[in-house]
C-alpha cells in the first residue's frame, strides 16, 4: 500500500515553542471512511523524521494485512519525557489531548470516536503514552508502549541507581537528574496516574498494552513489571510482554512493533468474532459461563476478591 508524508508546524498554548510534526496517511483512504487515529510518540531525541523513516514498515505490514491501515501523527519532542510541568509552562499531556488530536481530527479523515484513538510510544514514548492515557482516558481509547522508560516505584526515594542509567542521556531537569523535583517526578509518573485514576480508566475501557525485553541495557523492564503489577493489583485489563532476550535496541525492535501495532490495531477497529471457531463453540462457553455465575456469587460471599479480574496475592 503506497503511502504519503507530511510534515507540518503547529502552535500551541501549551508549550513555549511551535511544535513540528509529520503525518503518515495510507494513499487512497483520504475520501473513504474516516481512518483510525494513533499517535506515535517517540524516544529520547526523536523528532518528526522518525516517522517518516518507518513508512516502509507501515505500508509492508498494510500490504500483508498484519496491521489495519491507520494514520499516524508524531510531534517532535526531543528529550521532553513529555513532561507536564504546569509551573515552567510545558504541558504536553495537555498539548497531546486538547490539542494536537482536535488539530489532526480537524484537518484529516480520521475518526472522532475514542475507541479508535490511541496513543503508542516507544522507550520515553512509552513512557509518554501511558501518562497521557492514564490521565486522559476519556480521550483515548488504546494505549501501547513498547520499553517504557517508567521507573519502578511511586516515589523518587524507591528508585535505586539501576533504575536511573537513563538520566546519563539528558532530559528535562526537574525530572531527570540529580535536581529533580519529587513531587513532580510522582505527579508524571504513570504508576501514580493509574492509582489515582483507576476508577476512571476502568470505567471507560481503556485497552492497555506494555511490552518490554528481559534483557534490556537500561533496565527498562523493571519499570514495565513494576507498572504490571500495579495495574494487576488495581484489577485494571491490560496486556503485559515481557520478551526474551530482547534489548532496548537492535534485531527485535521491528519484529516487536509489528506486534505492538498490529495489537493496536485489533484493539482500535473491534473486529468481528472468528467465525472460524462456529456458533456452536461460543453458544458453549457462554452456557459454561452461566453455569459458573452461582458458583462465583457464592465464591465472592466468602471472599470478595473473587469477584475481580485479577487475584490478590
Not at 516515589?155 to 526537574?174: A, C, K, M, T, V
Not at 485489533?266 to 452456557?287: C, I, Q, W
Amino acid at each position: 500500500m503506497q503511502s504519503r508524508v507530511e510534515f507540518h508546524d503547529l502552535n500551541s498554548i501549551n508549550l513555549p515553542d511551535t511544535v513540528p510534526y509529520a503525518v503518515l496517511l495510507p494513499d487512497g483512504r483520504g475520501d473513504s471512511e474516516p481512518l483510525p487515529l494513533c499517535l506515535m510518540l517517540m524516544g529520547g531525541g526523536g523528532s518528526r523524521q522518525n516517522l517518516a523513516d518507518c513508512q516502509h514498515l507501515f505500508e509492508r505490514w498494510w500490504d500483508n494485512g498484519s496491521v489495519p491501515p491507520m494514520l499516524l501523527a508524531t510531534p517532535s519532542a526531543g528529550m521532553s519525557y513529555y513532561i507536564e510541568d504546569p509551573a515552567e509552562g510545558v504541558r504536553w499531556e495537555s498539548f497531546l489531548a486538547d490539542e494536537f488530536v482536535p488539530h489532526l481530527r480537524a484537518q484529516y479523515n480520521v475518526t472522532r470516536e475514542r475507541a479508535d484513538t490511541a496513543i503508542t510510544g516507544i522507550s520515553m514514548g512509552g513512557y509518554g503514552a501511558l501518562k497521557t492515557a492514564f490521565s486522559r482516558p476519556e480521550v483515548f481509547g488504546v494505549v501501547a508502549a513498547m520499553q517504557p522508560m517508567v521507573e519502578p516505584g511511586f516515589h523518587d526515594r524507591e528508585i535505586g541507581e539501576r533504575n536511573r542509567l537513563h538520566h546519563l542521556s539528558g532530559g528535562p531537569p526537574r525530572l531527570i537528574g540529580p535536581g529533580r523535583d519529587r513531587h513532580l517526578f510522582e505527579l508524571n509518573n504513570p504508576a501514580s496516574i493509574a492509582r489515582a485514576n483507576a476508577i476512571r480508566i476502568r470505567d471507560t475501557g481503556l485497552a492497555i498494552y506494555i511490552e518490554a525485553g528481559d534483557d534490556d541495557f537500561v533496565n527498562a523492564h523493571d519499570g514495565a513489571e513494576f507498572l504490571h503489577r500495579v495495574l494487576w493489583d488495581l484489577d485494571l485489563s491490560h496486556e503485559y510482554r515481557l520478551t526474551r532476550g530482547a534489548d532496548h535496541g537492535g534485531p527485535t525492535m521491528h519484529p516487536r512493533m509489528l506486534a505492538m501495532y498490529g495489537w493496536t490495531g485489533s484493539a482500535m477497529t473491534a473486529p468481528a468474532p472468528d467465525e472460524s471457531t462456529g456458533p456452536t463453540s461460543r453458544e458453549f462457553l457462554r452456557a459454561i459461563r452461566a453455569q459458573l455465575i452461582p458458583l462465583r456469587d457464592k465464591a465472592t460471599e466468602l471472599d470478595g476478591t473473587t469477584s475481580r479480574r485479577f487475584g490478590v496475592f
